[in-house]
């Protein structure tokens, strides 16, 4: 039996990953939004018999035992302890909480219930042609992994602020381009198994209002974003990422990874390689799937949502174990709450230096750990 779920946030992503949990077989059980008002129009439209705008009638569900949390940032962290601490399995979108403390409690809470699923839903992960470029990192088709000298991001998209003035907004509320610079982030870890030593950063807000945000407010969040990350071995990565273009929903990715005996280049969700001495690059992997279900009118870029579909995938492997009520193999490879705090000092040095136009040293929180009274006095506080 695969648990019950209930999501948490009405947004592009809840309603793209309803319908997804339902393809593999789980059964959404609650919907939970900032209002009651946005939270029984997804219910609605998604089919959810259940909807409420209170955090802990979702939690206290019985028939609830894995939630998704894919609302605004500043309850990642909130959410995320308080369902730890009453047995829940999570699952936490992009970023973990606002800044390091936040994710740092979550980490601490998944330290304390090691018998919980903690993850973070960093989608590309799962998308095959990175899982094949990992692959081929690793068994040093261009070169040994050590003595990769340079790898290069570049991302263009639409636009990444809705009709409506809400939180993507808001640079103080986790808007704009440094929610995706989270997954770049995430992405080069995953790949060169190296984490980042210091970064240098330049950060735009070039978008102030649109013909929906005409008033008082005015967007503070960026829509560009251009930093370096120097690794631990020298290895430099350049990340490019803008929202300009158009039409909204254009997207364009392309990484490329450059070792002593050719690269390797993933484009959208394609992956070639060139080899010293070949006259022109070779499809190692090339995407061919298509989804189940329409995504025509969703923003999200169909790469993240097809990672999104795989990690799904890999949540009903892990509950489907006959020996246990779930196994660590499918969703190994997945971000953790581990994984989620190094991002977050990542993305706080590149503000830094985008502050100080100076390289800035990564440096993960020094803060004393929870105990397990601190993490319960806190998912009560929470409540309150």
């Given at each position: 039996?695969?648990?019950?779920?209930?999501?948490?946030?009405?947004?592009?992503?809840?309603?793209?990953?309803?319908?997804?949990?339902?393809?593999?077989?789980?059964?959404?059980?609650?919907?939970?939004?900032?209002?009651?008002?946005?939270?029984?129009?997804?219910?609605?439209?998604?089919?959810?018999?259940?909807?409420?705008?209170?955090?802990?009638?979702?939690?206290?569900?019985?028939?609830?035992?894995?939630?998704?949390?894919?609302?605004?940032?500043?309850?990642?962290?909130?959410?995320?302890?308080?369902?730890?601490?009453?047995?829940?399995?999570?699952?936490?979108?992009?970023?973990?909480?606002?800044?390091?403390?936040?994710?740092?409690?979550?980490?601490?809470?998944?330290?304390?219930?090691?018998?919980?699923?903690?993850?973070?839903?960093?989608?590309?992960?799962?998308?095959?042609?990175?899982?094949?470029?990992?692959?081929?990192?690793?068994?040093?088709?261009?070169?040994?992994?050590?003595?990769?000298?340079?790898?290069?991001?570049?991302?263009?998209?639409?636009?990444?602020?809705?009709?409506?003035?809400?939180?993507?907004?808001?640079?103080?509320?986790?808007?704009?381009?440094?929610?995706?610079?989270?997954?770049?982030?995430?992405?080069?870890?995953?790949l060169l198994q190296q984490q980042a030593v210091r970064v240098h950063g330049v950060l735009r807000a070039y978008t102030k209002t649109t013909p929906a945000i005409n008033g008082i407010r005015q967007i503070t969040a960026p829509d560009f974003c251009n930093f370096q990350m120097e690794l631990a071995s020298g290895t430099l990565v350049t990340v490019a990422l803008h929202s300009?273009?158009?039409?909204?929903?254009?997207?364009?990715?392309?990484?490329?990874?450059?070792?002593?005996?050719?690269?390797?280049?993933?484009?959208?969700?394609?992956?070639?390689?060139?080899?010293?001495?070949?006259?022109?690059?070779?499809?190692?992997?090339?995407?061919?799937?298509?989804?189940?279900?329409?995504?025509?009118?969703?923003?999200?870029?169909?790469?993240?949502?097809?990672?999104?579909?795989?990690?799904?995938?890999?949540?009903?492997?892990?509950?489907?174990?006959?020996?246990?009520?779930?196994?660590?193999?499918?969703?190994?490879?997945?971000?953790?709450?581990?994984?989620?705090?190094?991002?977050?000092?990542?993305?706080?040095?590149?503000?830094?230096?985008?502050?100080?136009?100076?390289?800035?040293?990564?440096?993960?929180?020094?803060?004393?750990?929870?105990?397990?009274?601190?993490?319960?006095?806190?998912?009560?506080?929470?409540?309150?």
């Open positions: 039996m695969l648990p019950g779920v209930g999501v948490f946030g009405t947004g592009e992503i809840a309603n793209v990953l309803v319908p997804l949990l339902r393809e593999k077989g789980f059964e959404v059980r609650a919907i939970w939004g900032r209002t009651l008002k946005e939270a029984k129009e997804t219910a609605t439209a998604q089919n959810v018999s259940f909807h409420t705008n209170v955090i802990d009638d979702v939690l206290l569900r019985k028939d609830v035992d894995l939630v998704f949390i894919v609302c605004q940032p500043f309850l990642h962290a909130e959410i995320s302890v308080k369902a730890l601490g009453i047995g829940k399995h999570v699952v936490c979108d992009k970023p973990a909480g606002l800044h390091q403390q936040d994710a740092l409690k979550m980490v601490r809470a998944s330290q304390y219930y090691p018998t919980l699923i903690s993850l973070v839903n960093h989608p590309l992960r799962f998308l095959p042609a990175f899982t094949h470029m990992r692959r081929c990192l690793q068994e040093e088709l261009i070169g040994p992994l050590p003595e990769v000298v340079l790898m290069d991001v570049r991302v263009q998209m639409g636009t990444l602020f809705p009709e409506k003035y809400n939180w993507m907004c808001d640079a103080q509320m986790g808007g704009g381009a440094l929610n995706l610079v989270g997954s770049v982030v995430d992405l080069v870890t995953f300009h273009t158009v039409p909204a929903k254009a997207f364009s990715q392309e990484v490329l990874v450059y070792g002593n005996k050719g690269h390797l280049v993933v484009r959208g969700g394609d992956l070639f390689v060139l080899k010293e001495g070949q006259p022109k690059e070779e499809a190692v992997y090339v995407d061919v799937q298509d989804l189940h279900f329409s995504t025509n009118n969703s923003l999200l870029p169909r790469p993240y949502i097809k990672g999104l579909c795989k990690m799904v995938g890999a949540l009903k492997e892990a509950f489907g174990s006959k020996e246990s009520s779930w196994v660590k193999a499918p969703v190994s490879t997945a971000a953790t709450f581990e994984d989620g705090l190094y991002v977050q000092a990542v993305v706080e040095a590149i503000r830094k230096s985008n502050e100080s136009r100076q390289w800035q040293r990564v440096q993960l929180s020094t803060d004393a750990p929870l105990n397990h009274d601190q993490i319960i006095r806190y998912a009560r506080m929470s409540t309150m």
